[in-house]
T-cell receptor, first 116, second 113 residues
Framework: QKEVEQNSGPLSVPEGAIASLNCTYS??????FFWYRQYSGKSPELIMS????GDKEDGRFTAQLNKASQYVSLLIRDSQPSDSATYLC????????????????FGQGTILTVHP | DVKVTQSSRYLVKRTGEKVFLECVQD?????MFWYRQDPGLGLRLIYF???????EKGDIPEGYSVSREKKERFSLILESASTNQTSMYLC????????????FGPGTRLTVL
């Protein structure tokens, strides 16, 4: 089982629709979860972080976390063509001593296309 | 603004050459990371460093080494480049645990012939 797995995609949605991106992780002790966006030919940039069960909203973006199910999702409401990118789910990785230094394990990414 | 720079955007090397990839950050971050990114595999951590001269292996360290002599600079070394090391290499830095965000450089597209 992969440590972090995302729905394979690619995902195509019409402009104005809700895009739903999903991610599961295997390490039950993980506490910090992130969504990065990567435009074609560019480097990843952080768009959302979430640490507690439930929903976290930021503008058109909502991150959802369910630690019991080891599941993280990202919803993009009113999707725009400018949202077309690869979305990377990342989970903070701690070592045996409980320190992480911010180490992340990334999923393989989901390509989202929003068509007009 | 945090700025992470990488020495080259594109690099072409021959099998067996020693390759140096340089990364510099200007925000006094303690933590620096090297990833490679391949289609369908996402970003995979090669090495990271949490302080000057301190380093730890990531998930795929084989065939790579690193050097961090100064806080702002983190180098990735391919001792003897091989064709399976053809990839996009991304450097990142952070101040975790104070702030979790990793800031990425623009990447180096390395081709090994």
């Amino acid at each position: 089982q992969k440590e972090v797995e995302q729905n394979s995609g690619p995902l195509s949605v019409p402009e104005g629709a809700i895009a739903s991106l999903n991610c599961t992780y295997s390490d039950r002790v993980s506490q910090s979860f992130f969504w990065y966006r990567q435009y074609s030919g560019k480097s990843p940039e952080l768009i959302m972080s979430i640490y507690s069960n439930g929903d976290k909203e930021d503008g058109r973006f909502t991150a959802q976390l369910n630690k019991a199910s080891q599941y993280v999702s990202l919803l993009i409401r009113d999707s725009q063509p400018s949202d077309s990118a690869t979305y990377l789910c990342a989970v903070e990785k701690t070592n045996a001593g409980g320190t992480s230094y911010g180490k992340l394990t990334f999923g393989q990414g989901t390509i989202l296309t929003v068509h007009p | 603004d945090v700025k992470v720079t990488q020495s080259s955007r594109y690099l072409v090397k021959r099998t067996g050459e020693k390759v140096f990839l340089e990364c510099v950050q200007d925000m006094d971050h303690e933590n620096m990371f090297w990833y490679r990114q391949d289609p369908g595999l996402g970003l995979r951590l090669i090495y990271f460093s949490y302080d000057v001269k301190m380093k730890e292996k990531g998930d795929i360290p084989e065939g790579y080494s690193v050097s961090r002599e100064k806080k702002e600079r983190f180098s990735l070394i391919l001792e003897s480049a091989s064709t399976n090391q053809t990839s996009m290499y991304l450097c990142a830095s952070s101040t975790a645990p104070e702030e979790d965000t990793q800031y990425f450089g623009p990447g180096t597209r390395l081709t090994v012939l």
